[in-house]
């Protein structure tokens, strides 16, 4: 006789004292059950929890209303942009990409979201002092061939030709809502108003290892009622854990979707997207006020820093088309009071910035890091350079360890007949004189 025919035959024996017995079980299986849905609910939201639990080997994304309940695990607003800008340190010696990441995420409390394109198990040797987070997370970048972008609450690394199309594509979308909105301020209970604020609203959404894509997608789309065409373009994967902070729904499909060089259009009422291929060149256009008599400094400015940008003068106004970054470097050309501040890089062969690579790559590209890692601007002639028979764009192979600045500087000119001259944060490049 199995067990359950026994509990069954003893059950009917004696009915009553068996049913107050298994009620009493009852009551304490869901007491159980009752107990451990929050722990479950909090384990699926943490993105920095060990793998061991089994709720991180499923594949279902948690989307959670932004509130007072917010996690409190990861900064947002203004407390993630000052996080940014902190002086840090750091020492790496065979660190694997992700898990330094991971290391960093958990002690910063910034989210940050891995391409699936950059390899995560990359090993890297890195010492650098007193940085700001913010440089400190492109140095990393460039190390493995990648870039950053801030898309809201997140810090996104990904490969350059996405990362610089991301934020132009995200309020190409958001400002699609924002003039629907504004359409019909009149008509505030309009469905096109209704819904376009619900489509502007901010929530956080995480998810496990081993979640595909498409599940996410699937999640995003059933929580904002969003009819998805073309997912079938989304190929099948395995992602690893993440979480996306106070992030709009734009946001959080870019945020997917960028990873296959896609991104999405919305239906004519926005109950829905279509998924499509990102635009190559995306582009917006912003208009400025000039302050009187700035016209002809600023306008010659603009003609010298960006000669490209494609803009439109009528008296003190001035319409410019181009990405958000070129847009937020004509306003803080034109209103340099707005600009944000932010801590001053360590000057040059002071000793407090030092570097550890092993690493070749075009001689531009390491210029590039020091741009952004350091906030140095380097300034050549390029015709000299072309006379001269000096290429920028030639791989070079260097290995450092902890120089300062200048020492870099040496390593990385020397060897290629380029002098150089650090003047506060601005290196000039000339080539350098022949030896007879």
Same mark, same amino acid.
């Given at each position: 006789?199995?067990?359950?025919?026994?509990?069954?035959?003893?059950?009917?024996?004696?009915?009553?004292?068996?049913?107050?017995?298994?009620?009493?079980?009852?009551?304490?299986?869901?007491?159980?059950?009752?107990?451990?849905?929050?722990?479950?609910?909090?384990?699926?939201?943490?993105?920095?929890?060990?793998?061991?639990?089994?709720?991180?080997?499923?594949?279902?994304?948690?989307?959670?209303?932004?509130?007072?309940?917010?996690?409190?695990?990861?900064?947002?607003?203004?407390?993630?942009?000052? /996080?940014?800008?902190?002086?840090?340190?750091?020492? #790496?010696?065979?660190?694997?990409?992700?898990?330094?990441?991971?290391?960093?995420?958990?002690?910063?409390?910034?989210?940050?979201?891995?391409?699936?394109?950059? &390899?995560?198990?990359?090993?890297?040797?890195?010492?650098?002092?007193?940085? %700001?987070?913010?440089?400190?997370?492109?140095?990393?970048?460039?190390?493995?061939? +990648?870039?950053? %972008?801030?898309?809201?609450?997140?810090?996104?690394?990904?490969?350059?030709?996405?990362?610089?199309?991301?934020?132009?594509?995200?309020?190409?979308?958001?400002?699609?809502?924002? %003039?629907?909105?504004?359409?019909?301020?009149?008509?505030?209970?309009?469905?096109?108003?209704?819904?376009?604020?619900?489509?502007?609203?901010?929530?956080?959404?995480?998810?496990?290892?081993?979640?595909?894509?498409?599940?996410?997608?699937?999640?995003?789309?059933?929580?904002?009622?969003?009819?998805?065409?073309?997912?079938?373009?989304?190929?099948?994967?395995? #992602?690893?854990?993440?979480?996306?902070?106070?992030?709009?729904?734009?946001?959080?499909?870019?945020?997917?979707?960028?990873?296959?060089?896609?991104?999405?259009? #919305?239906?004519?009422?926005? &109950?829905?997207?279509?998924?499509?291929?990102?635009?190559?060149?995306?582009?917006?256009?912003?208009?400025?006020?000039?302050?009187?008599?700035?016209? %002809? &400094?600023?306008?010659?400015?603009?003609?010298?820093?960006?000669?490209?940008?494609?803009?439109?003068?009528?008296?003190?106004?001035?319409?410019?088309?181009?990405?958000?970054?070129?847009?937020? !470097?004509?306003?803080?050309?034109?209103?340099?009071?707005?600009?944000?501040?932010?801590?001053? /890089?360590?000057?040059?062969?002071?000793?407090?910035?030092?570097?550890?690579? !092993?690493?070749?790559?075009?001689?531009?590209?390491?210029?590039?890091?020091?741009?952004?890692?350091?906030?140095?601007?380097?300034?050549?002639?390029?015709?000299?350079?072309?006379? +001269?028979?000096?290429?920028?764009?030639?791989?070079?192979?260097?290995? !450092?360890?902890?120089?300062?600045?200048?020492?870099?500087?040496?390593?990385?000119?020397?060897?290629?007949?380029?002098?150089?001259?650090?003047?506060?944060?601005?290196?000039?490049?000339?080539?350098?004189?022949?030896?007879?």
């Amino acid at each position: 006789m199995t067990r359950l025919q026994q509990t069954l035959c003893s059950y009917q024996s004696d009915s009553g004292e068996r049913f107050r017995v298994t009620g009493y079980t009852v009551f304490l299986f869901l007491n159980v059950i009752l107990i451990n849905i929050p722990i479950r609910y909090a384990i699926a939201q943490s993105p920095l929890l060990p793998t061991t639990s089994s709720v991180e080997t499923t594949s279902t994304p948690v989307l959670v209303t932004v509130s007072s309940k917010n996690n409190p695990d990861f900064l947002t607003g203004s407390a993630f942009e000052n /996080a940014l800008e902190r002086i840090q340190s750091l020492a #790496w010696q065979g660190q694997q990409l992700r898990v330094g990441l991971q290391k960093m995420s958990a002690s910063r409390q910034i989210a940050i979201l891995l391409d699936r394109r950059i &390899d995560p198990g990359q090993q890297l040797s890195l010492q650098v002092k007193n940085v %700001s987070l913010r440089s400190l997370l492109n140095l990393i970048a460039t190390e493995v061939g +990648a870039d950053v %972008s801030i898309l809201g609450n997140i810090v996104y690394i990904g490969e350059q030709t996405t990362t610089a199309r991301l934020r132009t594509v995200e309020e190409m979308l958001s400002s699609e809502l924002v %003039s629907s909105n504004t359409s019909t301020s009149g008509r505030r209970n309009s469905p096109p108003a209704r819904r376009s604020f619900e489509l502007l609203q901010r929530q956080t959404l995480s998810w496990p290892d081993l979640t595909t894509p498409r599940e996410i997608l699937d999640e995003i789309g059933q929580h904002y009622s969003l009819k998805i065409e073309a997912i079938e373009q989304i190929p099948h994967d395995l #992602w690893g854990k993440a979480i996306l902070p106070s992030a709009t729904p734009c946001q959080m499909l870019i945020a997917v979707l960028s990873q296959f060089e896609m991104t999405f259009e #919305w239906a004519a009422t926005y &109950d829905g997207i279509r998924i499509i291929r990102m635009p190559v060149t995306p582009l917006i256009e912003r208009r400025f006020i000039l302050k009187a008599g700035t016209e %002809s &400094d600023i306008l010659a400015e603009l003609k010298q820093r960006m000669p490209g940008l494609e803009r439109r003068v009528s008296g003190r106004r001035i319409s410019v088309v181009g990405t958000v970054e070129q847009l937020e !470097a004509v306003e803080e050309l034109i209103h340099p009071e707005r600009a944000k501040s932010r801590p001053a /890089a360590p000057d040059a062969g002071t000793g407090v910035t030092t570097f550890t690579f !092993a690493t070749d790559a075009p001689l531009l590209a390491f210029m590039n890091t020091l741009e952004k890692q350091a906030g140095y601007s380097f300034e050549y002639d390029t015709e000299a350079f072309e006379k +001269a028979g000096i290429r920028l764009d030639k791989r070079v192979r260097l290995e !450092a360890k902890q120089l300062n600045a200048v020492e870099v500087f040496h390593l990385m000119f020397d060897a290629q007949n380029i002098a150089f001259k650090v003047v506060d944060k601005t290196v000039r490049l000339t080539p350098a004189p022949r030896q007879d």
